[in-house]
């Protein structure tokens, strides 16, 4: 049963970072590129940055590059999100996600809250 779940998420202040986890279990992790999305409050679901299955290649949203980094523990089959210089903008539920489906089925976390506010 694949199960991806996110956790880290929190209220900072404006400037503060946090790092989101994403746990993957039923599935062989290493294979799969992942990717993290957003989706703040009244508005749709965006990408924020994706990562190949080995790791040796990224992507990001032009609003989150030079603060975020995304990287993987293909042995801890664990997804990151490493969040600096956060802004208000950036709050948001944040979702992991298989970038391939699996048995026709389009996997997603169950989302973690990151509130930035003062």
């Known amino acids: 049963q694949v199960q991806l779940v996110e956790s880290g998420g929190g209220l900072v202040q404006p400037g503060g970072s946090l790092r989101l986890s994403c746990a993957a279990s039923?599935?062989?992790?290493?294979?799969?590129?992942m990717s993290w999305y957003r989706q703040p409050p009244g508005k749709e679901r965006e990408l924020v940055a994706g990562?190949?299955?080995?790791?040796?290649?990224?992507r990001y949203a032009d609003s989150v590059k030079g603060r975020f980094t995304i990287s993987r523990d293909n042995v801890r089959n664990t997804l990151y999100l490493q969040m600096n210089s956060l802004k208000p903008e950036d709050t948001a539920v944040y979702y992991c996600?298989?970038?391939?489906?699996?048995?026709?089925?389009?996997?997603w976390g169950q989302g973690t809250q990151v509130t930035v506010s003062s």
């Open positions: 996600h298989i970038d391939r489906s699996i048995a026709g089925y389009d996997y």
């Open positions: 039923g599935f062989s992790f290493r294979w799969f590129d």
């Open positions: 990562i190949n299955s080995v790791g040796g290649s990224t």
